[in-house]
């Protein structure tokens, strides 16, 4: 037998092993997925950020007939719970409803996080974006934002406003309204939105800085009174509360946005096939509207968008909380 003719067979039997020891990750790959997805929720139960994540979670199981299972992880302006995520083995089973607040603020606020949200996590889907909401109880003295204006200027650090907590968009949104308008409310943090929704409504706090989702149940129920949102132009779901900036606060612009996402090294088929899943939903009138009562604005993106936008807004919130001085040790 010739050299050529002796290595031929060798190199097919070489080839034939590496096919065959590479084939179950990629039969596993193709069949994802094989068991239930945790889907982990950074906030407790009830907020903006739950609420979007089970509605994602039950229409992805409807529709594909998976088994997505929420986790609520809640703490330290949802940190923890990306942080759970983020050290999650990248195999596609443990996905995080993340948004703005925990992925391009809480870096810059935060002096020492354990996670890298551009570093250690895959941006999947964009799901939502809304603007933040200024209510006050139904029965408040307070009928219109000016009417804070004019008690805070007149009494400084009296008024109050409630957050979902210390670090959240929401939170910077209340302390960039009072440069704007150059007062001084006092803010009193809470441990997710439900927890602030609870002291607004008994009058224990006199303002919420809400999402939209988190506030529309009782704004529909009557028992807030919506004073304003924070976005560029208003509220589809809430089409008769003005933006700050039409109330004479040029330029203001405070939103934020929800999306999926994976630890870092996910394959990339695997992220393909959750973004594809999570937009066909997003297409569908039942999902919009869904999304829509709920007070945000479905918009879907590739993956490379939702990453581009994690990365932009990232560098942006740098500026804007170096800015206000805040710091959360």
């Known amino acids: 037998m010739t050299p050529s003719n002796f290595l031929r067979p060798l190199a097919f039997a070489l080839a034939f092993t590496a096919v065959a020891a590479t084939a179950p990750a990629h039969a596993q790959t193709a069949a994802y997925p094989a068991k239930p997805i945790r889907m982990v929720v950074p906030f407790p139960p009830g907020g903006g950020t739950d609420i979007l994540a089970r509605l994602v979670a039950q229409k992805l199981t409807e529709a594909n007939h998976w088994t997505v ?24 089973y443990d996905i995080v409803m993340g948004q703005k607040d925990n992925m391009v603020v809480a870096p ?79 803010h009193v943090p809470y441990k997710g939105s439900n927890a602030a929704m609870m002291d607004v409504l008994a009058g224990n706090v006199d303002l919420m800085v809400s999402s939209v989702p988190s506030a529309m149940a009782q704004i529909k129920a009557g028992k807030l009174r919506p004073l ?10 809430l089409p008769d509360a003005p933006t700050v900036a039409e109330l004479g ?20 088929d695997i992220v393909t096939t959750l973004n594809a899943a999570v937009n066909k939903l997003l297409a569908t009138p039942e ?15 590739t993956p490379e968008q939702f990453g581009a936008l994690l990365k932009t807004d990232y560098e942006k919130w740098k500026g804007i909380v170096q800015a206000s001085g805040a710091t959360i040790e």
């Open 108 to 186: 810059w606020l935060y002096k020492s996080l354990s996670y890298s949200p551009v570093k250690d996590l895959t941006a999947v889907a964009h799901v939502a974006y809304t603007p933040v909401v200024i209510v006050t109880q139904a029965n408040s003295k307070f009928k219109t934002l000016d009417d804070v204006v004019k008690a805070a200027r007149a009494a400084p650090d009296t008024i109050t406003y409630g957050s979902p907590g210390n670090g959240t968009t929401i939170h910077l949104a209340g302390e960039i309204f009072n440069g704007a308008a150059k007062i001084k409310m006092r």
């Open 228 to 237: 304003a949102v924070t976005s560029a132009k208003r509220s589809t779901s």
């Open 69 to 92: 299972v929420p986790d609520n992880r809640a703490g330290a302006g949802g940190t923890i719970g990306i942080a759970e995520a983020a050290r999650a083995t990248p195999t596609g």
């Open 249 to 268: 606060y040029k330029d203001f612009d405070v939103s934020t946005w929800y999306g999926v996402f994976v630890p870092a090294g996910t394959p990339k």
């Open 287 to 301: 999902m919009k509207a869904a999304i829509i009562a709920q007070g945000a604005e479905p918009q879907s993106m």
